[in-house]
């Protein structure tokens, strides 16, 4: 990629910029997910689970708009069968036609009108072939595994449970109604408002009441042992392990809650009324994934230590709570973490923080890494997204300051809170909450040029002779965790 892709990116535009916009984008990345006609507003989504048998049974209650007149409109949703569809009530005509659900209600969407749809379906869920790791065998979504079952989507792996508009800029509030044998857990997003006994077994109904986009909607279903406390500033930190999981192993989880506190004093307050983690025991789950206020860690990064554990606690506002608009903006999310992750382990040794930073623009420099923003799907995960993306948020710290970098920080989590934001945003926040135009430069190199910068001031450094080894952040499919099971392509 050369420099002039900016220049591209800016032709193209982006509609949902800054904005909670009406998803009428379907990324370029994954042209086959998305619908660029309707807009969910509220995703019910009922699931009787039987871990056993590895099915599901579900009903989603969708509540939409349409910004336009519709005739018809489609939902994504992978393999399972439908049953039923009604729109406002009434039943609906519906086809299949790949993994789009084409829905032809019996009167036309009017222009803005809110809709409801209801889609019955079922059957046992089928994972979807990763397209970031073309392959490499790797799936997404709805997993059973060994009578339990949980989901990791990132990027497009929503509709292996769920019909869903899956594109990132489709932002929506969620409930999850899980019914499960007695015995069993039902863990999701958000908070747990209810758990009742129905017909000899147990349903758990969640609430994820800011937005979220549809890959970081999670279910988890085990046999749970739940520890739930509180950050010292009061959100309430729930814990989910499967059973004989070792009490050192819950305490390195916990240790979100002071993170959490102590993030909020750098970036704002936490964006979501709570914070969980949850352990899936499947050595075939080899990365952890910031799943809305609701983290999921691999066992086999038990005991989860605190790169983990802060990776993903950053994520809640960086990737989460501001996601991006596009996935070539993935630095944004991966960046942050990465750079969030570092400072947390070094909080209290400045000079062992700019070590560790420096060791990452070394690597980066030693690979001759390409621009942070990234152009196909296959680099997605890639270091350029958390190495490069965390070295240009260093490079900007050293050049404006601690005090004006964390303020931008700051800015761009709380001023996009529950929105979509792109490269541009960050670079118009950073210029604007630092009074310093050469900021755009230096951000525009670092996420677009090809050539990897020079880091400003007193970190300019000659180039490092003899082999760089690669800084042990958690990032992405190549990095810590993904040492069992990873793709072939992390070598
Ligand atoms: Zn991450």
Same mark, same amino acid.
């Given at each position: 990629?050369?420099?002039?892709?900016?220049?591209?990116?800016?032709?193209?535009?982006?509609? =949902? @910029? /800054? $904005?909670? &916009?009406?998803?009428? #984008? %379907?990324?370029?990345?994954? !042209?086959?997910?998305?619908?660029?006609?309707?807009?969910?507003?509220?995703?019910?989504?009922?699931?009787?689970?039987?871990? =056993? @048998? /590895? $099915?599901? &049974?579900?009903?989603? #209650? %969708?509540?939409?708009?349409? !910004?336009?007149?519709?005739?018809?409109?489609?939902?994504?949703?992978?393999?399972?069968?439908?049953?039923?569809?009604?729109?406002?009530?009434?039943?609906?005509?519906?086809?299949?036609?790949?993994?789009?659900?084409?829905?032809?209600?019996?009167?036309?969407?009017?222009?803005?009108?809110?809709?409801?749809?209801?889609?019955?379906?079922?059957?046992?869920?089928?994972?979807?072939?990763?397209?970031?790791?073309?392959?490499?065998?790797?799936?997404?979504?709805?997993?059973?595994?060994?009578?339990?079952?949980?989901?990791?989507?990132?990027?497009?792996?929503?509709?292996?449970?769920?019909?869903?508009?899956?594109?990132?800029?489709?932002?929506?509030?969620?409930?999850?109604?899980?019914?499960?044998?007695?015995?069993?857990?039902?863990?999701?997003?958000?908070?747990?408002?209810?758990?009742?006994?129905?017909?000899?077994?147990?349903?758990?109904?969640?609430?994820?009441?800011?937005?979220?986009?549809?890959?970081?909607?999670?279910?988890?279903?085990?046999?749970?042992?739940?520890?739930?406390?509180?950050?010292?500033?009061?959100?309430?930190?729930?814990?989910?392990?499967?059973?004989?999981?070792?009490?050192?192993?819950?305490?390195?989880?916990?240790?979100?809650?002071?993170?959490?506190?102590?993030?909020?004093?750098?970036?704002?307050?936490?964006?979501?009324?709570?914070?969980?983690?949850?352990?899936?025991?499947?050595?075939?789950?080899?990365?952890?994934?910031?799943?809305?206020?609701?983290?999921?860690?691999?066992?086999?990064?038990?005991?989860?230590?605190?790169?983990?554990?802060?990776?993903?606690?950053?994520?809640?506002?960086?990737?989460?709570?501001?996601?991006?608009?596009?996935?070539?903006?993935?630095?944004?999310?991966?960046?942050?973490?990465?750079?969030?992750?570092?400072?947390?382990?070094?909080?209290?040794?400045?000079?062992?923080?700019?070590?560790?930073?420096?060791?990452?623009?070394?690597?980066?420099?030693?690979?001759?890494?390409?621009?942070?923003?990234?152009?196909?799907?296959?680099?997605?995960?890639?270091?350029?997204?958390?190495?490069?993306?965390?070295?240009?948020?260093?490079?900007?710290?050293?050049?404006?300051?601690?005090?004006?970098?964390?303020?931008?920080?700051?800015?761009?989590?709380?001023?996009?809170?529950?929105?979509?934001?792109?490269?541009?945003?960050?670079?118009?926040?950073?210029?604007?909450?630092?009074?310093?135009?050469?900021?755009?430069?230096?951000?525009?190199?670092?996420?677009?040029?090809?050539?990897?910068?020079?880091?400003?001031?007193?970190?300019?450094?000659?180039?490092?002779?003899?082999?760089?080894?690669?800084?042990?952040?958690?990032?992405?499919?190549?990095?810590?965790?993904?040492?069992?099971?990873?793709?072939?392509?992390?070598?």
């Amino acid at each position: 990629m050369t420099s002039n892709f900016r220049h591209l990116l800016a032709a193209t535009g982006i509609a =949902a @910029a /800054g $904005t909670t &916009s009406p998803a009428l #984008a %379907i990324d370029p990345f994954f !042209p086959d997910f998305g619908n660029d006609g309707i807009n969910v507003l509220h995703y019910d989504i009922s699931l009787d689970v039987e871990p =056993a @048998a /590895g $099915t599901i &049974s579900g009903k989603a #209650a %969708i509540t939409l708009r349409a !910004p336009r007149t519709l005739d018809r409109f489609a939902l994504d949703l992978h393999a399972l069968p439908v049953s039923e569809v009604l729109v406002n009530g009434t039943a609906a005509d519906f086809s299949r036609k790949g993994d789009k659900l084409e829905i032809t209600p019996a009167k036309s969407l009017l222009s803005g009108e809110k809709v409801n749809v209801t889609v019955a379906y079922g059957g046992v869920p089928d994972p979807l072939a990763d397209p970031t790791a073309p392959g490499d065998n790797l799936f997404l979504g709805w997993f059973n595994h060994r009578k339990s079952a949980y989901v990791v989507s990132e990027p497009v792996g929503a509709s292996t449970f769920f019909p869903a508009n899956d594109e990132p800029t489709d932002k929506a509030t969620y409930r999850f109604k899980i019914t499960v044998p007695e015995g069993y857990t039902a863990v999701a997003n958000g908070t747990l408002v209810a758990q009742t006994p129905v017909d000899g077994k147990r349903r758990f109904i969640w609430s994820m009441t800011e937005p979220m986009t549809t890959w970081l909607a999670t279910v988890h279903v085990n046999k749970f042992t739940a520890d739930l406390r509180h950050a010292p500033d009061g959100t309430p930190i729930s814990l989910y392990v499967p059973e004989g999981t070792p009490q050192s192993h819950i305490d390195g989880l916990a240790k979100a809650g002071p993170m959490l506190t102590y993030f909020e004093t750098l970036i704002g307050r936490y964006p979501f009324r709570s914070y969980g983690s949850v352990i899936v025991k499947d050595p075939k789950l080899y990365y952890a994934l910031e799943t809305q206020a609701m983290s999921t860690f691999p066992e086999d990064a038990s005991p989860p230590d605190e790169a983990f554990v802060s990776h993903e606690l950053a994520h809640q506002w960086f990737g989460n709570s501001v996601s991006v608009a596009k996935w070539e903006d993935l630095w944004i999310a991966e960046g942050a973490a990465t750079f969030f992750e570092t400072w947390w382990q070094h909080r209290k040794d400045r000079a062992a923080f700019d070590q560790a930073m420096l060791d990452i623009y070394d690597y980066v420099v030693a690979q001759n890494l390409g621009p942070a923003v990234v152009d196909r799907p296959e680099d997605l995960f890639s270091d350029r997204t958390y190495y490069r993306g965390g070295a240009a948020l260093y490079a900007l710290q050293l050049q404006i300051g601690d005090s004006s970098f964390f303020n931008i920080m700051k800015h761009f989590a709380q001023d996009n809170r529950g929105r979509n934001v792109t490269s541009e945003d960050f670079i118009a926040t950073a210029v604007r909450f630092s009074g310093d135009g050469s900021v755009r430069t230096l951000l525009e190199s670092w996420l677009y040029d090809d050539a990897v910068p020079a880091l400003p001031g007193k970190a300019k450094r000659t180039a490092r002779t003899g082999p760089v080894p690669r800084p042990d952040i958690v990032g992405g499919r190549c990095g810590r965790g993904s040492h069992r099971g990873a793709p072939a392509a992390c070598g």
